[in-house]
């Protein structure tokens, strides 16, 4: 299922607040934590909580075709997904940081790997009227299925050298979304150059334009 490296324009699902611009699905999840990282209008509470908003991020992050029939989506897939990003979000943030995973980390460690190793989703090509070949789902996912492909991304990012070096945190003011730099030169500063860096640039703009004479910045 290709879920992996996006473009780091800023892709948002329409009607919510799910941004899909990190470069991975895994930091995709990580960006749906409430918070400074989360998203920019929040819901009380968590995010994912209740089925329509779960599925409205399964469905924009590639997980899922938007005809998919999602049978038994409750709370306990928002339970699920809010574990992994829990997970994910630690070693991500030790990657970060430099720091290799000891045995304290291998209660994390074992429950992504635990994720990981479940079979994915099966997938084919359906004509449609058209003669379109679109992607379908063999049948309707199971949680365990669907939470494979987040926490395998994970994996093949964390333990992929040069991928994991260019994860990086944005310098924005008040986020701390981690994304995945792909820029040429590894000179990417923000999450999104349309959100965080149209908000530097606009407040750099303010601080010009209201500097007294002879002392802007």
Known sequence: MAVGA???????????????????????????????????VQPPGEPLAGAGRLASWLVGAGLVPASTRLTGLDGGWVDGFVELRRCVRRLMGAALDGDLPGPAWDP????????????????????????????????????????????????????????????????????DRVYLDTSRGGRRRWCSSEVCGNRERVARHRRRTTAPSGKRP
Request: some cysteine.
């Open 6 to 40: 996006g473009p780091s324009r800023t892709r948002r699902q329409r009607g919510t607040p799910w941004r899909f611009d990190s470069g991975r699905v895994c930091l995709d999840l990580l960006a749906t934590a409430p918070g400074p990282g989360g998203p920019g």
């Open 108 to 175: 994390v460690l074992a429950t992504v790997n635990a994720l990981a190793g479940e079979p994915p989703p099966g997938i084919r090509a359906v004509r449609e009227e058209d003669g379109t070949l679109v992607r379908a789902l063999c049948a309707a996912p199971g949680l365990d299925a669907l939470l494979a492909v987040v926490a395998r991304d994970a994996v093949e990012l964390l333990t992929d050298p040069v991928a994991r070096g260019r994860l990086r945190r944005c310098e924005g003011d008040s986020c």
